[in-house]
């Protein structure tokens, strides 16, 4: 559930954030992650984005919170595993 996915977000991420620097995340990885925190909580609070996401994964919208999304993967190095 998506709605539920964004509270666990939020409900998790926000204590971190508050005492970033006690998980060993640096000023540049704090600003980038904040950042996306930010657009994304905006992009979920708005008032214009569908209830369902089926009904925005394709918009400009959403891609621009994956966009987002990947500054943080790239900031925390973060790589998929390859397949075996």
Known sequence: DFTETVCHFFDDGDPIL???????????????LLNFRNF????????DRPYLAEDFIDTLEWQNVMNRAKE???AFRYQEEEEI
């Open 40 to 47: 994304f909580e905006s992009f979920f609070e708005s008032d």
């Open 18 to 32: 508050k005492q970033y620097k006690s998980y060993k995340i640096t000023e540049e990885q704090y600003r980038i």
């Open 72 to 74: 943080v993967l790239q």
